[in-house]
């Protein structure tokens, strides 16, 4: 027998399934179904303290009490984090289960609630086969697609210039989470997790099931497809800490793009063809299971390049990307990392400290400046400035036998956040730690003395930290 929890879902979902656009395309797809259905049975758990009553929401089907719930949950100091973690499917959930509630079957489905949303492996996935509604013809709208790889030294806000680009296209921070996906990849990170694989599924209706579940690409795609008069933008992480070509696989082909911004190719996809195809309004254009990037697909990659030994990205990679170095730049940072924090106190005067040194010239052209501080950006700036300097000097006395120091390992305004300046401790652990073993490592000048020693003389005792760099 069928428990009351299961019999409301059932419902719901066969609601949702029968929700159908001007053009006569479902409005939700099996995955915002699935997506929906799993908010609602388990993301209440995670409200610490517990909303009085709210556990699987399925077991409400008072409609009075569902509205003061969903209050109730809405006004919830954890609401907005757990939302965010769900990428936003936790709040259309309650909004199209309170709408369903209230109107009953003959309600129409919310305006804002019929985009696909990206499922997490933590989620289940229901197959579902729905051949109604009209086809509809694909129209293809010409623009030029992104395709950029922010690139350069740790901490330089490769991943704030990203933003700022999304922010720019999508000001809505809603509108953004439907439009652009955001994910890293890592050593352990493949092609069926980029791009989908068949999965054993457990659902209402079967014990066990396989089924193909798309990955972020895929189905970030396929609402390119959809709506190919909206942007789209893919944006991966940290892409050198993961074997790019194995995780793109086959869809590298597709990232030559020809002059009206379409994939140059398309290549033959059985799997994404086939998800495809399951949506109506995609049957039609998919049949064949032929794949490419519509103009509306945009790809933007973060890449560190003090990593770049993890996994080289080759030259044909690149060369289908727009490479954008990030610069170091403490010109438009926040206030928080200008400060000059009891870290980098000191009793000394800077230009008497580095009297007689080999920066001695720089710093005093920093202080003509006023930019000579008891500050990070100072500290930062010595510090690059010294590995220009003993690169220099290599290459000017031919000294083969002095290692060379990759101009990728100098740091950035935002390798430490500002809360970490204001710790001494923390300081020394993250940034003079870096800089011993993998800056300095081989240096004969700086930082010759064991962290340990170094961390009893500028935590315990307490003693200048600009001393390192002299």
């Known amino acids: 027998m069928v428990g009351a929890n299961s019999q409301s879902e059932r419902i719901y979902r066969e609601w949702m399934r029968n929700q159908f656009d001007a053009n006569g395309v479902r409005k939700y797809s099996d995955t915002a179904i699935v997506s929906y259905c799993y908010s609602l049975k388990n993301l209440c758990s995670k409200l610490n303290p517990p909303v009085s009553g709210a556990g699987n929401l399925f077991e409400v089907s008072n409609k009075d009490e569902f509205v003061h719930m969903h209050q109730q949950i809405i006004c919830h100091a954890e609401f907005e984090r757990i939302n965010q973690e769900s990428e936003g499917s936790f709040g259309l959930a309650l909004r199209s289960y309170q709408n369903f509630l209230v109107q009953g079957a003959s309600a129409p489905s919310v305006s804002g609630l019929d985009a696909t949303l990206y499922l997490n492996s933590t989620s289940s996935m229901k197959a579902y086969n729905d051949n109604r509604g009209r086809e509809i013809s694909y129209k293809d709208a010409s623009m030029k697609p992104l395709q950029r790889v922010y690139y350069g030294a740790p901490g330089t806000g490769k991943s704030h210039s990203v933003s700022m680009l999304l922010e720019s296209v999508y000001p809505d921070p809603a509108e953004r989470a439907l ?185 005093r052209r920093l202080d003509s400046m006023g930019k000579l501080k008891r500050n990070w950006p100072t500290f930062v700036m010595l510090a690059n400035h010294i590995i220009d300097r003993i690169n220099m000097d290599i290459i000017v006395h031919d000294r083969k036998d002095i290692p060379r120091i990759a101009e990728n390992k100098k740091l950035g305004p935002f390798f430490i956040s500002d809360e970490e300046l204001m710790e001494r401790a923390k300081f020394i652990n993250k940034v003079v730690f870096y800089l011993k073993q993998d800056v300095f490592g081989e240096s004969n000048h700086y930082m010759l003395i064991s962290f340990e020693e170094i961390y009893i003389r500028y935590v315990d005792m307490g003693r200048d930290v600009f001393e390192l760099l002299v």
Request: charged share 25%; aromatic share 16%.
């Open 179 to 363: 439009h652009c996906k955001r994910l890293i990849f890592h050593p352990t990170y493949t092609y069926e997790d980029f791009v989908g694989c068949i999965k054993p599924i457990m659902s209402l209706d079967k014990p066990l099931d396989y089924i193909y579940t798309p990955g972020p690409f895929t189905t970030l795609l396929k609402e390119a497809f959809l709506h190919p008069s909206q942007k789209y933008y893919l944006v991966i992480e940290e892409i050198n800490r993961g074997n790019t070509p194995a995780i793109f696989g086959d869809i590298f082909q597709l990232l030559d793009r020809a002059p009206d911004g379409k994939s140059a190719y398309s290549i033959m996809n059985l799997d994404v063809g086939t998800y495809f195809t399951r949506d109506p309004g995609l049957k039609k254009l998919f049949e064949e299971c032929k794949i490419w990037l519509p103009s509306n697909f945009n790809i933007i990659a973060t890449m560190n390049t003090a990593d770049e030994n993890i996994f080289v990205l080759d030259s044909a990679f690149k060369r289908r990307f727009e490479m954008q170095y990030v610069k170091i730049d403490f010109d438009n940072v926040p206030d928080k990392w200008t400060r000059e924090y009891q870290t980098f106190a000191g009793e000394q005067n800077l230009l008497d400290l580095f009297a007689d040194s080999p920066i001695e010239d720089f710093v």
